[in-house]
């Protein structure tokens, strides 16, 4: 199955994409531990960030406009949250920074999701003896997040052939329909696929 949002290009070939995993994770770590804890005043070292990103994106091989539809997919969140800190005093400063720090922690995430396969970070993550059910989890999530997206596109064109009304108000009755249907099937997809893997041994 294809989809935009899940569009991935871990398995290109590029000099980013060869290096080590536990390097790749290393650096995107230590990048947005730089983020989050580094003064906004120091503006050159951000704006250093955002040109190493910039560079490794070009190295990558990722088309520089996936990242920054990524980006721009989930800025909305950032916003959002940031927006809370224009009723503080000194309001401005702290969104401005908010926003800098939440979008290079972003762009980096974007970048190591998009140069190196889940299985290898899941790998690495097990080396350093991260807990068991936290990676298994993760696999998880992201095995059923392709499944869900399937679920839903059905659903979505189900319903779009049973309605003739094409109105804005229709439309977000609909989506509003799918959304709450499409909970409930993983609910109980998820009781179903936990059922299984305990009759399989799993615990």
């Known amino acids: 199955m294809h989809s935009h949002f899940l569009e991935n290009y871990s398995e290109i070939d590029s000099p980013i994409h060869r290096a080590p995993t536990w390097l790749k994770m290393t650096i995107c770590v230590g990048l947005i531990v730089v983020c989050v804890t ?13 040109m190493f990103q910039f560079l490794v994106t070009a190295a990558s ?31 401005g400063r702290i969104f401005a920074a908010l926003v800098v720090r939440s979008s290079l922690c972003i762009t980096c995430l974007t970048l190591l999701a998009n140069t ?13 003896r991260l807990p068991s059910l936290l990676i298994t989890t993760i696999a998880l999530m992201h095995r059923y997040l392709f499944v869900l997206l399937e679920e839903s596109q059905r659903m979505r064109r189900a319903r779009a052939s049973r309605t003739f009304d094409r109105s804005r108000a229709s439309a977000w009755k609909s989506l509003a329909t799918v959304c709450s249907q499409l909970f409930v099937r993983s609910t109980e997809r998820a009781e179903r696929v936990y059922a ?8």
């Open 38 to 50: 580094l003064p906004i005043e120091h503006f050159l070292i951000f704006t250093a960030i955002a």
């Open 61 to 91: 091989l990722v088309p520089g406009l996936f990242i920054l539809k990524r980006l721009i997919f989930l800025e909305p969140i950032v916003l959002a949250a940031a927006m809370l800190s224009l009723f503080q005093p000194d309001g």
């Open 116 to 128: 190196t396969p889940l299985g290898e970070m899941l790998v690495v993550m097990k080396k350093l």
């Open 196 to 203: 299984a893997m305990c009759a399989r041994g799993w615990k």
